[in-house]
């Protein structure tokens, strides 16, 4: 079966740093991808990896290694607005056979 | 405006009543999913289509279908609902060509099946 690990939950305070890990064992991998989803929302785009390597924008970045079958997104100056549940998503296919983890509930705090 | 619509955005119904839920994209993407999302769980893939007339299983198909008969639209079909497909279903698309494969997502339906 498809195995996408990442922590349930984590908390930071506002104006931090947060690492949240990803690890992946899929069968087909064709790029990695980091969403937001905020409670009662659809997800959002944050990132998409498919090489190996640091993507970073803005206050936020994603790193992928391959052969380690892992990613992390990291979150700078964390912001009151970056409470949100954070989906890492393995795309398996070039044709859009995808596989998400369970989510990271990230709480931010004053 | 660019976007993904899916209606009915909450419907409940009884086990065995057929339903569609519709999924329409006005950014002509030829890619189109339907997730499902259960509490503290993520997303779900339950079908996915290439293009026109090309679908394809998820992750967990069972009990659900799906027609790509026009590229804009992409509607999900329960012929006999139970209640273990009370969910959050997604409906969402990326254009092929796009560098980020960036999933545009729909508001979501909130399906209870009683």
């Known amino acids: 079966g498809q195995n996408i690990d990442q922590p349930t939950e984590m908390t930071a305070t506002e104006g931090a740093i947060v690492q949240i890990n990803c690890t992946y064992q899929?069968?087909?991998?064709?790029?990695l991808f980091w969403y937001q989803q905020h409670a009662g929302e659809a997800p959002t785009f944050l990132s998409y990896n498919v090489l190996d390597g640091l993507e970073e924008k803005g206050r936020f970045s994603s790193f992928l290694s391959r052969s380690k079958g892992y990613s992390y997104l990291l979150l700078k100056e964390l912001q009151m607005k970056d409470s949100a549940s954070y989906l890492c998503?393995?795309?398996?296919?070039?044709?859009?056979?995808?596989?998400f983890g369970d989510g990271t509930t990230l709480t931010v705090k004053p | 405006e660019a976007q993904v619509t899916q209606n009915p955005r909450y419907l409940i119904t009884v086990t065995g009543k057929k339903l569609t839920v519709t999924c329409s994209q006005n950014m002509n993407h030829e890619y189109m999913s339907w997730y499902r999302q259960d509490p503290g769980l993520g997303l779900r893939q339950i079908y996915y289509s290439m293009n026109v007339e090309v679908t394809d299983k998820g992750d967990v198909p069972e009990g659900y279908k799906v027609s790509r008969k026009e590229k804009r639209n992409f509607p999900l079909i329960l012929e006999s609902p139970s209640p273990n497909q009370t969910s959050l279903y997604f409906c969402?698309?990326?254009?092929?060509?796009?560098?980020?494969?960036?999933?545009?997502f729909g508001p979501g339906t909130r399906l209870t099946v009683l």
């Open positions: 899929t069968s087909g991998f064709n790029g």
């Open positions: 998503a393995v795309r398996r296919s070039n044709a859009g056979k995808s596989t």
């Open positions: 969402a698309s990326t254009l092929r060509d796009s560098r980020r494969n960036e999933q545009f």
